[in-house]
């Protein structure tokens, strides 16, 4: 089976005419040492036989368990781990088993640490308000493959943004629609879709975390739905797939 | 002279009050009894086999004569002070049980049958029945099960518990178990100490990376909580810490009162612990170090020690230059401790297999990192935020060998943990006692690492009798591969906090 190639979506426009492939892998580690966080990450797809680098995943891979990767090739981006480098790329880790497996550095050098663009700020740091002219507005998180985990230095980062908005517009209503990416695909030889639950699970969990950075009650109001297309989102990075797991956060004024 | 008498009187009472508030004896006594009545002083210095740990009690010195910190308030005639002992580092060391039980031949309140016994049911004159705390410093902690959450509303567990060893008897029966009648699970740990407690409870980001979500909310004032309260998290606040210790460990049947607890509030805000002086190194504040509670009474909590301003430990980095000046055994530490410090945020390690850092939160499984990255705060070496990490130390394979402590099974009832799978095999499934969740089975709450030297066995099950333990531990989990040098300098930083 070879690599899904995912049509471009209408809205990464023009951009990039770049191979986007999706599969399903066992990951493998290479233990480099350029500090903190350095080591690769690796994926075969099997069917085309080519190695990937996915170290720049915000969710990285459990060697114990298979990933399913979405990525675009970055082609001109030299790896510092061995493979093609995609990004923006995406690892979701999935419940199949894996023999777990570490290559050594081999004379790779590693992917040398640094701070994600995508970092929330200490609560010291004052945030920007927004400034008006306000209007309705609409934020989108981005889930891993039927997860309902927001994720660390992506997630957390548009979460932030959106209760800044939130808080500066004071909306007369909040609403958390969850979003499960239920039609099946073939992927790597197998049907995968999402459980529709998650979407019940996504909403509900995005609600809370908007409950607890101050959202009254009674201006939330909590939806889900299964058979997502793909969007625009910002924490898809372009990447069609991963835009249909998400949560849309519409704040109405 | 009619008129003066009284005056003269009171500025004699007021000197003697001043006296004593401000000149305490040179050899105070360890043990603080509760009502005892002494005056807590504005530095307290008690010796350990290290050196010297300070206490700071900022604002000056405070009578504790009817204090509520101080005084037994329930039946079983303990206080707060009885399990945070100054001279521990306001907790409480195994050593500190062993003295105790040896000069009152066991009738110390702190042996009472509820907690400070192994299990109630035990005949309660003998040593053994103690065991859990005279050898590895150790307080019974009975939690209902299941767990309810801040509201008090019943959770349903994802996973169910059963006892599979069980050697004091506490974890089986009609009234001990999760088979018993009201079920309960016991559990056996370290107190934790109460002071530097801003740090504790610093709340640094909104989010809790490690759960995905933003912080909790207290329910009281609707404020985010730290998370770095208690080993399990069962508590998010003083205020239900100390609920939750009065009921349990001093039998208080009634509501602590909201003055009483505003109280103890005040006082434990009010308190630093740190090694002030080493006695191969000398002055741990001296030579440009910045070691002990001054400094930490007078720094801003909760900041995360790779965004500055200032990288954990680095209260010693003046400590790298050679000072000629210094005898050779004093230099050899002091160098050492500045190893020691480097070395905790720049020997790099791979990371394996532990939920909190592994697992859900995207690191990667494994992932290569130093100490520092857990224990990220500046000055105190918690985490900046909520720490609920799965060391291994309490679940198999990773926890040594511990027949004195119960064994139990947790079968998962939907998905398998992401480390253990469907059946894990713990003595203290940690966190998961809280959130009744089976991914926060064996997760226990990071905690400070000021006043290591007063206050050993550690790790919440007192599974390392020294700071040499500790470091041998971790290089056994994660096969660090420290070298001798290494090792011995982890142990001196530790030492010198």
Redesign the interface.
């Known amino acids: 089976m070879f690599a899904v190639l995912l049509a471009a979506p209408a809205f990464a426009a023009a951009a990039d005419t770049a191979e986007t492939v999706r599969f399903i892998t066992c990951p493998i580690y290479r233990d480099t040492d350029a500090g903190k966080k350095s080591g690769c990450w690796l994926a075969d797809d099997r069917a085309g036989g080519r190695r990937f680098d996915v170290s720049r995943a915000p969710s990285k891979p459990d060697w114990n368990f298979e990933i399913l990767v979405e990525g675009r090739i970055a082609a001109d981006v030299a790896s510092h781990c061995g493979g093609l480098v995609l990004e923006p790329v995406r690892s979701s880790v999935l419940p199949t088993p894996c023999p777990r497996h570490m290559l050594p550095a081999e004379g790779f050098a590693g992917n040398k640490f640094t701070l994600p663009p995508r970092n929330v700020r200490p609560l010291s740091e004052v945030r920007k308000a927004p400034e008006p002219p306000f209007a309705d507005r609409t934020f989108h998180l981005v889930f891993d493959f039927d997860k309902a985990f927001i994720v660390y230095q992506l997630d957390d980062y548009l979460l932030d943004q959106a209760i800044t908005w939130i808080r500066g517009v004071n909306p007369t209503r909040v609403v958390v629609t969850g979003w499960a990416a239920t039609d099946p695909a073939e992927v790597s030889g197998r049907t995968i879709a999402e459980d529709p639950a998650i979407a019940r699970t996504r909403a509900e969990l995005v609600g809370e975390a908007l409950r607890r950075l101050g959202v009254p009650d009674e201006k939330l109001e909590l939806r889900w739905k299964t058979s997502a297309q793909p969007v625009a989102a910002e924490g898809a990075d372009g990447l069609a797939e991963p835009s249909r797991r998400r949560v849309d956060i519409e704040v109405k004024l | 002279m009619i008129r003066a008498a009284p005056l003269v009187l009171a500025a004699a009472a007021l000197a003697a009050l001043t006296s004593a508030l401000a000149a305490p004896a040179s050899r105070p006594e360890r043990w603080w009894a509760p009502g005892e009545g002494r005056v807590f002083p504005a530095e307290l210095d008690y010796e350990n086999e290290t050196g010297t740990l300070r206490t700071m009690l900022v604002g000056g010195p405070m009578k504790t004569k009817g204090h509520p910190f101080f005084a037994p308030i329930g039946p079983n005639g303990r206080a707060c002070v009885t399990c945070h002992q100054p001279a521990d580092s306001m907790s409480l060391s195994a050593q500190t049980a062993q003295e105790r039980w040896t000069a009152t031949n066991g009738r110390d309140p702190l042996f009472a049958a509820g907690d400070g016994s192994n299990c109630p049911t035990l005949p309660q004159a003998t040593r053994a029945s103690h065991s859990l705390l005279l050898d590895h410093g150790l307080i019974r902690i009975q939690r209902s099960w299941p767990p309810k959450d801040l509201t008090g509303k019943a959770i349903t567990p994802d996973f169910t518990i059963e006892t599979v060893r069980d050697p004091w008897g506490c974890n089986t029966g009609a009234k001990y178990g999760p088979a018993a009648a009201s079920p309960n699970v016991s559990v056996y740990r370290r107190p934790r100490p109460i002071s530097n407690l801003k740090y504790l409870l610093a709340?640094?980001?909104?989010?809790d990376?490690k759960q995905?979500?933003?912080?909790?909310?207290d329910p009281e004032s609707g404020r985010?909580m730290s998370g770095n309260l208690m080993a399990d998290g069962r508590a998010g606040t003083l205020n239900a810490q100390m609920r939750d210790a009065a009921s349990t460990h001093l039998e208080f049947l009634k509501n602590m009162s909201a003055r009483d607890m505003a109280r103890i509030v005040y006082f434990e805000s009010r308190l630093f612990s740190a090694q002030i002086r080493d006695r191969r190194g000398g002055a741990l504040d001296a030579g440009g170090a910045e070691g002990g509670p001054d400094k930490l009474a007078r720094s801003q909590p909760?900041n995360?020690g790779s965004?500055g301003p200032a990288p954990v430990w680095s209260e010693f980095a003046a400590w790298e230059k050679p000072d000629p000046s210094l005898t050779p055994e004093q230099s050899a530490f002091r160098q050492s401790v500045a190893r020691g410090a480097r070395s905790f945020r720049e020997k790099?390690f791979?990371i394996?297999?532990s939920a909190g850092i592994?697992?859900?939160?995207?690191?990667?499984?494994?992932?290569?990192?130093?100490c520092v990255?857990c224990h990220n705060m500046t000055q105190m070496g918690n985490d900046v935020a909520p720490g609920q990490v799965d060391l291994g130390t309490t679940t198999q394979p990773f926890a040594d060998p511990a027949p004195h402590l119960p064994l139990f099974r947790i079968t998962c009832r939907r998905?398998p943990h992401?480390?253990y799978g469907r059946v894990i095999y713990t003595s203290d499934p940690g966190y998961a006692l809280t959130t009744g969740r089976c991914a926060d089975v064996g997760k226990i709450t990071l905690q400070s690492m000021r006043g290591l030297a007063a206050r050993a066995p550690y790790f919440s099950n007192g599974s390392a009798k020294d700071l040499r333990a500790v470091v041998d531990y971790y290089d056994r989990r994660y096969r660090i591969g420290y070298t001798e040098q290494e090792k011995q300098d982890l142990v001196n930083l530790m030492s010198a906090l």
Do not use: E, T
């Open positions: 709340v640094g980001f909104a989010y990376p995905g979500m933003p912080l909790p909310l985010p909760g995360l965004q790099m791979l394996s297999d592994n697992s859900p939160i995207g690191f990667g499984n494994p992932v290569r990192n130093s990255f998905d992401p480390h």
